[in-house]
């Protein structure tokens, strides 16, 4: 079994900074893809950020220029860097991953963390 653990969410005033971590652990021998999603109340989950084994990038356009997602995969961790931080970024933010199982690729979600923009 494969855990996600999330950490680093919290309240910050617009125009500040925080950064999201997310640990998996359990018998993993490799990740695809790592991601970050986010659901605001009322909304659907939402791409926020991606990144695959080999490093490539994919950002929604949001957020474009003012968040990094990267990932260190001895850890098995990703990272989330946030500026510029604005009201709009509230939101639960959700950390993703793709694992591969024997001939399957499977997909775990972390438990959420809560960030909170305020104006």
């Known amino acids: 079994q494969v855990r996600l653990v999330e950490s680093g969410g919290g309240l910050v005033q617009g125009g500040g900074s925080l950064r999201l971590s997310c640990a998996a652990s359990g018998t993993i021998f490799g990740i695809n893809t790592m991601g970050w999603y986010r659901q605001a109340p009322g909304k659907q989950r939402e791409l926020v950020a991606a990144?695959?084994?080999?490093?490539?990038?994919d950002y929604a356009d949001s957020v474009k220029g003012r968040f990094t997602i990267s990932r260190d995969s001895h850890k098995n961790t990703v990272y989330l860097q946030m500026n510029s931080l604005k009201p709009e970024d509230t939101a639960v933010y959700y950390c993703h991953a793709e694992v591969p199982i024997l001939l399957d690729i499977r997909d775990y979600w972390g438990q959420g963390t809560q960030v909170t923009v305020s104006s």
């Open positions: 990144i695959t084994s080999d490093g490539s990038t």
